[in-house]
């Protein structure tokens, strides 16, 4: 079975300050793996996803993850906040591309004037 | 890039009737859609998969005589919820595999309000 674990449901960061939400996963195959945001009210955007290959992934605007294979993580980074990041974000896994994702509970990321 | 909608984006009903939730894939076939179901400030949690022409299964603890879903072609399948009451009222979330990538794409999601 597969799961996803997010630390933190709720952070909180400055405007300009580094973002970091953390995802750690378990699965018994290499895993798929995957971040949305959600805005207030609205469906999911996909942000990234890795699947095999190079471990650093560039998603849109400006957010990065790094698959880390022997943390079984998958921490999400953007360099620097902008007020519009403020939504939740959803860490999840999956077996493959075609297998249904597994999420995980999510983080409200709060930016700070 | 691949759309899937969901329609209607919310709809209020009144308690113990059905309301059927769409979910289509505008530009491209999808064999297979998933339904989800989130809670309030609560993550997303599977409810059930369906595959064209045949039935849909579903996940532990997800009542089928309840969601009834129908995959009849390969763009279209329907989440019915049935004699719904008020703790049915959730975000319901569809996706379908396919398009470009042959990959999983989300739909903007359904509110279902029962009161």
């Known amino acids: 079975a597969q799961s996803v674990t997010q630390l933190g449901s709720h952070v909180s960061v400055s405007e300009g300050a580094l973002v970091l939400l953390r995802c750690n996963y378990s699965?018994?195959?290499?895993?798929?793996l995957f971040w949305y945001v959600q805005y207030p009210n609205q469906g999911l955007q996909l942000l990234l996803k890795?699947?095999?290959?190079?471990?650093l992934v560039k998603g849109i605007n400006g957010f990065e993850a790094e698959f880390k294979k022997s943390e079984t993580s998958f921490h999400l980074t953007k360099p620097s906040a902008h007020m519009s990041d403020a939504a939740e974000y959803f860490c999840?896994?999956?077996?493959?591309?075609?297998?249904?994702?597994?999420f995980g509970k999510g983080t409200r990321l709060s930016v700070i004037a | 890039g691949a759309v899937v909608s969901q329609h209607p984006s919310r709809v209020i009903c009144k308690s113990g009737t059905s309301v059927k939730i769409e979910c289509r894939s505008l530009?491209?076939?999808?064999?297979?859609m998933f339904w989800y179901r989130q809670f309030p400030k609560k993550s997303l949690m599977l409810m059930a998969t369906?595959?064209?022409?045949?039935?849909?299964?579903?996940e532990q603890g997800v009542e089928k005589d309840k969601f009834l879903i129908n995959h009849a072609s390969l763009t279209l399948s329907t989440l019915t919820v049935t004699s719904a009451h008020p703790e049915d009222s959730s975000f319901y979330i569809c996706?379908?595999?396919?398009?470009?990538?042959?990959?999983?794409?989300f739909g903007e999601g359904s509110w279902l309000t029962v009161v």
């Open positions: 996706s379908a595999l396919g398009g470009p990538g042959n990959t999983i794409y």
């Open positions: 699965s018994s195959v290499p895993p798929y």
């Open positions: 890795y699947t095999t290959g190079a471990t």
């Open positions: 999840a896994v999956s077996l493959s591309g075609n297998t249904p994702l597994v």
């Open positions: 530009d491209f076939q999808a064999t297979t």
């Open positions: 369906s595959n064209e022409g045949s039935k849909a299964t579903y």
